[in-house]
């Protein structure tokens, strides 16, 4: 484990302890990390989105660390929640944003990065959203990979690394994930 990562580690064992002193601290190691995280996410979204990355990074940051519900155990388990608290806030802003339009036009994001098995290169936030919680009726885990790694930008080892698993274990579960994906949201 590198240096930083061992500072981020025993920031989050503090701040997992109540020590309030430590979240000032671990901003400034993961804020550039969380920023490409959001930047990449954002650009997935709908050209006229109105969140920046900056708010995306802070909103997701104030989530992580105010909880006391959640205890990060590492490094990868933050960044793991992270990708999980942005994909929330951008689908929370996304039933906004609908709400507020009736219907007009949905944000959509590219799945381009991600060799996903789609016709249709950009998809619903919302259908996404809704394909996953589904998928994680079934398989939970499949659906915290897809949600690792395109959400999170996580590679298959990083995945694994966190989950526990072998990296072999994680492909095939991508596999099944993105087969199912296909289905549901052709369907739509």
Wanted: glycine residues 6%; charged residues 30%.
């Amino acid at each position: 484990m590198d240096s930083a990562a061992g500072d981020v580690t025993q920031l989050l064992v503090e701040l997992g302890a109540g020590k309030t002193q430590a979240a000032e601290e671990l901003l400034p190691l993961v804020y550039n990390e969380l920023r490409a995280l959001a930047e990449r996410n954002l650009r997935q979204e709908r050209p006229d989105h109105t969140l920046q990355a900056t708010a995306l990074v802070h909103e997701a940051y104030i989530r992580l660390v105010d909880s006391d519900r959640i205890k990060l155990r590492n490094r990868a388990h933050f960044f793991a929640l992270a990708a999980q608290a942005i994909r929330r806030i951008l689908v929370d802003h996304a039933r906004h944003h609908n709400r507020r339009k009736r219907g007009g036009d949905r944000g959509r994001i590219s799945l381009d990065d991600v060799p996903m098995l789609c016709i249709e290169p950009d998809i619903n936030v919302l259908a996404l959203d809704e394909a996953l919680q589904r998928l994680a009726d079934d398989e939970p885990r499949c659906a915290q990979v897809v949600e690792m790694r395109f959400f999170g930008g996580m590679t298959m080892g990083q995945v694994a690394e966190l989950l526990g698993l072998s990296v072999k274990t994680i492909e095939k579960d991508w596999r099944v994930a993105r087969a199912w994906l296909y289905r549901e949201l052709s369907n739509r």
